[in-house]
C-alpha cells in the first residue's frame, strides 16, 4: 500500500514592488474556499496566516526541481483569477514557498509559447 | 466622494487607532471579522498578530507567538491593510479614529510599540490579542487610563476611545486605506471613502463573523 505523499505548502505574500523569480506551473486537482479551522476561529484577521475570503489551490507541479510534486496554496480570493479542476496556472514566485501571484494559463497554450507568454505576465 | 489624504507633519500631532472591518462608526462587526491596528505619531502603521498553528492550542487562537507588523511586514503579510488598491480589490473596508495628542504622548505611543516589537510576549485570542495589545500602547501613552471595558475586542476599544476623549480632539474615517512614504519621514494615510449601497460589493469580511463574501448585496464569492 503507497500513500500519496502531503502537498508542500507554499505561502502568499504581497507583491511589494517585486516581480516572480520563477514560476511553478501546476495542473490543479483541486480549487476550494478555505473552511478556517474549528468553528471558523481561523479567519480571524488576528491571526498571521488569515486572508480575506481565503482559498486554497491544490495542483501537481509539472516541470522542474519539483516537478511531479503536488503543492498547496491559500490565497485571497481577489486575487486568484477564475479556476477550475484541471486548468493550468503559473504561481509567481519569490522564493521557494513564497508566492506572489496566480496566473491561469490559457487553455490550449502551446508549450514553447508558454515562457513567453510568462515573460510578458506582471504581478501585483 | 474625493480621496482623502493625511499628512502626520502637518497640524498636532496625531496617533490613531484602525478597526479592520469596521464599516462605519456605528457598525459593529463580528467579533472574529474585525482586527485592531495602530498609527504611530509619523503615521507609520503598527498591529499586533498570532502566528503559529501546529494542531496545538494554538490552532485555537491561544498561546500563539505574538508578532508586531511594521509597515515593511504588512506590506508582506498584510498587503490590503497599507495598499489601497489592494484593500479595494481584496474589499477590506476599515475605520480609523484620529486622535490629536501632544508630542510627549506620540513618543511614549511610539516607545510602547518599540516595546512590543522586541518582546511581542504570546497572542491570545481573548486577554492578549490585537485589542489588548493597542490598547496597552494608549494607556502607556496617557490617552486612557483602564483597560477595554467589557470584552477586548477592537471595536470596543475604539468605543472607548471616542466615550473618553473629547469629540474636538477625534476624527474618524471609514474607507479603504492605504499607506505612502512622506518625504519627510513615516507615512501619510490614504482613504477611499466607503459608504454602503446596494451598488457596492459588500466589503470583506461578511455578516457571518468570517472574512467570508458571506451575505450583502453585490458579492461575488468563488464558492
Not at chain 2, 512622506?182 to 471613502?193: F, V
Amino acid at each position: 500500500m503507497s500513500f500519496a505523499a502531503e502537498p508542500k505548502n507554499l505561502h502568499w505574500e504581497g507583491a511589494a514592488d517585486r516581480q516572480p523569480r520563477s514560476f511553478l506551473i501546476v495542473t490543479l486537482t483541486n480549487t476550494a474556499k478555505d473552511a478556517g479551522g474549528l468553528f471558523g476561529i481561523r479567519r480571524s484577521p488576528s491571526f498571521a496566516d488569515s486572508l480575506p475570503d481565503a482559498h486554497v489551490l491544490e495542483g501537481r507541479v509539472e516541470t522542474g526541481p519539483l516537478g511531479g510534486n503536488s503543492v498547496r496554496l491559500r490565497a485571497p480570493g481577489a486575487e486568484i483569477p477564475d479556476l477550475r479542476e484541471g486548468d493550468r496556472a503559473a504561481l509567481g514566485m519569490v522564493s521557494d514557498l513564497a508566492c506572489i501571484c496566480v496566473l491561469r494559463i490559457p487553455a490550449g497554450m502551446a508549450e514553447e509559447r508558454l515562457p513567453n507568454w510568462l515573460a510578458q505576465q506582471r504581478c501585483g | 466622494m474625493a480621496d482623502i489624504v493625511i499628512d502626520f507633519h502637518k497640524g498636532p500631532p496625531k496617533i490613531g487607532l484602525i478597526v479592520r472591518g469596521k464599516q462605519g462608526p456605528d457598525h459593529h462587526p463580528d467579533k472574529l471579522a474585525q482586527h485592531a491596528d495602530t498609527i504611530l505619531g509619523d503615521g507609520s502603521p503598527e498591529g499586533f498578530f498570532g502566528e503559529g498553528n501546529d494542531g496545538s492550542l494554538n490552532a485555537l487562537g491561544l498561546g500563539m507567538q505574538g508578532v508586531v507588523y511594521d509597515y515593511a511586514l504588512l506590506r508582506l503579510h498584510r498587503a490590503w491593510y497599507v495598499d489601497k488598491a489592494s484593500a479595494v480589490t481584496n474589499r477590506v473596508v476599515s475605520t480609523v479614529l484620529l486622535i490629536d495628542v501632544d508630542q510627549p504622548t506620540a513618543d511614549k505611543f511610539k516607545d510602547a510599540w518599540d516595546k512590543m516589537t522586541t518582546s511581542p510576549g504570546d497572542f491570545n485570542i481573548v486577554g492578549g490579542n490585537c485589542a489588548t495589545h493597542a490598547s496597552a500602547a494608549f494607556i502607556a501613552a496617557g490617552v486612557v487610563s483602564k483597560t477595554i471595558p467589557w470584552m477586548d475586542t477592537p471595536d470596543n476599544l475604539y468605543q472607548q476611545l471616542v466615550d473618553n476623549l473629547p469629540a474636538g480632539r477625534v476624527v474618524s474615517y471609514t474607507g479603504y486605506i492605504g499607506f505612502k512614504t512622506n518625504p519627510s519621514g513615516g507615512y501619510d494615510m490614504e482613504i477611499t471613502p466607503y459608504v454602503a449601497s446596494p451598488a457596492v460589493a459588500a466589503p470583506n469580511p461578511g455578516s457571518s463573523g468570517s472574512l467570508s463574501t458571506a451575505g450583502g448585496s453585490g458579492n461575488s464569492s468563488s464558492s
